[in-house]
């Protein structure tokens, strides 16, 4: 199987929330300096990947991060999605870690989070997939096949959401974990990739990498339980 897409999954940068242990959820809560720096940070790493295509969700701190990670790449717009915000914390939303009580009722189920963002993988990557799929197919047989170069995708969301994403892919099989590979605490600015083969599935190369960050990171995440 070909490798056709691979897709740059990274969590916003920091804000004072964040720093703060403060339960943001779907509070459309801003990128502070640290943050914005973080996010230059990745933008380097990936200043030389090809990249495509870009989504992100529309609360600002993910939108902000992604903004900056385009500005080497000009030509490529961003496109925001309500489906890759971060889980909605209902009452808990603007309280800190320290002072939670029981779930309040309004609190998002994560079997719609997962629901949600799956369905988001599915419908986003899944079409790119079958487009780069179908360039695949239509080159066998010719010299340019030995050129065929898989789609680079940036995915800027939330901790909550990525989290819930990746695991619901590996629990269900369509990605593999590579050796060594391991989905635990998603730091802010932090990369993960999946590479899609031309079948949908694929395999977790990385989960929050941090190797491009020198900076003293928030090591909790107040929006995941």
Request: aromatic letters at 4%; a negative charge.
């Amino acid at each position: 199987m070909t490798v056709v897409a691979r897709v740059y999954i990274i969590r916003h940068g920091e804000t004072d929330h964040n720093r703060e242990g403060i339960m943001q959820g779907q509070l459309d809560t801003p990128l502070n300096a640290a943050g914005e720096h973080q996010a230059r940070l990745a933008a380097r790493a990936l200043a030389d990947t090809p990249l495509g295509t870009a989504h992100a969700s529309d609360l600002v701190r993910a939108s902000k991060t992604a903004e900056i990670i385009l500005e080497p790449h000009p030509g490529v717009q961003l496109q925001r999605s309500g489906a890759l915000r971060e889980r909605f914390m209902g009452d808990w939303q603007g309280g800190s870690v320290k002072d939670r009580g029981p779930p309040p009722p309004n609190l998002e189920p994560l079997a719609d989070l997962a629901a949600r963002a799956t369905k988001w993988w599915n419908e986003t990557v899944g079409r790119v997939v079958q487009r780069k799929a179908a360039e695949l197919a239509s080159l066998q047989g010719s010299v340019a096949h030995d050129a065929f170069e898989p789609a680079h995708v940036l995915m800027v969301s939330h901790g909550g959401l990525i989290g819930t994403l990746v695991t619901n892919l590996v629990g269900s099989r369509r990605v593999r974990a590579a050796e060594g590979v391991v989905v635990g605490r998603c730091f802010n600015a932090s990369i993960s990739v999946v590479e899609v083969e031309e079948d949908g599935r694929g395999v977790l190369l990385s989960y929050a990498d941090t190797t491009h960050l020198d900076v003293d990171l928030v090591q909790e995440n107040a929006d995941v339980q």
